[in-house]
C-alpha cells in the first residue's frame, strides 16, 4: 500500500519561500498523479497543485499560481511544491495525496484521492 509523508513545513515570513516534501514508499509513485491541499481552521480542504503521472501536465489552484511550483522525481519517489511570495492567507495544514489517473478537471477535488499524508504546518507570520 502506497504511503505518503509530507515535510518542510514551518513558520515563515510573509514574502518568504518554503519547499514542501511529499515521500513516498511502499509503490513507486510513477505510477500516480499526485496533489498538494490545503486546509486552515475552520475552511474546507482545498486543492492547491497537482501533478500527473509522468508529470506532463500541471494544474494550480488561481490563488498560487505563479507564485508555486509543483515537480516530481520518480527516482527519489518524491514530489516537491516550491511556494514563495507566500502571505497569511496561505498558513495552513499542507497535505500532499495520491490517486493513480489525472482526474483532470476535478483534480482539485478531495474525494477523487485514495491516499493521504498526515499533513505538515505552514505557517506564514511576521
Known amino acids: 500500500q502506497l504511503q505518503l509523508v509530507e515535510s518542510g513545513g514551518g513558520l515563515v515570513q510573509p514574502g518568504g519561500s518554503l519547499t514542501l516534501s511529499c515521500a513516498a514508499s511502499?509503490?513507486?509513485?510513477?505510477?500516480?498523479?499526485v496533489g498538494w491541499f490545503r486546509q486552515a481552521p475552520g475552511k474546507e480542504r482545498e486543492g492547491v497543485s497537482c501533478?500527473?503521472?509522468?508529470?506532463?501536465?500541471?494544474n494550480y489552484a488561481d490563488s498560487v499560481k505563479g507564485r508555486f511550483t509543483i515537480s516530481r522525481d520518480d527516482s527519489k519517489n518524491t514530489v516537491t511544491l516550491h511556494m514563495s511570495s507566500l502571505t497569511p492567507g496561505d498558513t495552513a495544514v499542507y497535505y500532499c495525496a495520491a490517486v493513480p489517473v489525472h482526474y483532470g478537471s476535478t483534480w482539485s477535488v478531495p474525494a477523487v484521492y485514495d491516499y493521504w499524508g498526515q499533513g505538515t504546518q505552514v505557517t506564514v507570520a511576521s
Open positions: 501533478i500527473s503521472s509522468g508529470g506532463t501536465t500541471t
Open positions: 511502499g509503490y513507486p509513485l510513477i505510477y500516480y498523479t
